[in-house]
Nanobody, 125 residues
Framework: QVPLVESGGGSVQAGGSLTLSCAAS????????MGWFRQIPGKEREGVAS????????YYSDSVKGRFTISRDNNRNTVGLQMDTLKTDDTARYYC??????????????????WGQGTQVTVSS
């Protein structure tokens, strides 16, 4: 497992945008899925988006579809999450994660075995 480090979190007003980045200290080229999850204290972790290792097929939760865009660069070992039209409900700690499971597109945290420390996103009204 290669360490994953997120960056780019912060505070923004509703309707604004933020871009999160995840840097891996080793190769992610053969990692089936790279994904983003989020968690609010006291609630379960929620899958947000994932991207398949070949072909770049992407998967999104219904709550962010059309507003968030996930990307991965297997040459630079980075994963991005462009978040547009942010809502107050998007406030959470966002985690980058990696999965070696072929089930990973379903955005279930049980399929992910490598996690970053997270970065906080706060959206105010």
């Amino acid at each position: 497992q290669v360490p994953l480090v997120e960056s780019g979190g912060g505070s923004v007003q509703a309707g604004g945008s933020l871009t999160l980045s995840c840097a891996a200290s080793g190769s992610i080229a053969m990692t089936y899925c790279m994904g983003w999850f989020r968690q609010i204290p006291g609630k379960e972790r929620e899958g947000v988006a994932s991207v398949w290792y070949r072909g770049g097929q992407t998967y999104y939760s219904d709550s962010v579809k059309g507003r968030f865009t996930i990307s991965r660069d297997n040459n630079r070992n980075t994963v991005g999450l462009q978040m547009d039209t942010l809502k107050t409900d998007d406030t959470a700690r966002y985690y980058c994660a990696a999965s070696d499971s072929v089930r990973c597109p379903r955005l279930d945290e049980r399929d992910y075995n490598n996690w970053g420390q997270g970065t906080q996103v706060t959206v105010s009204s």
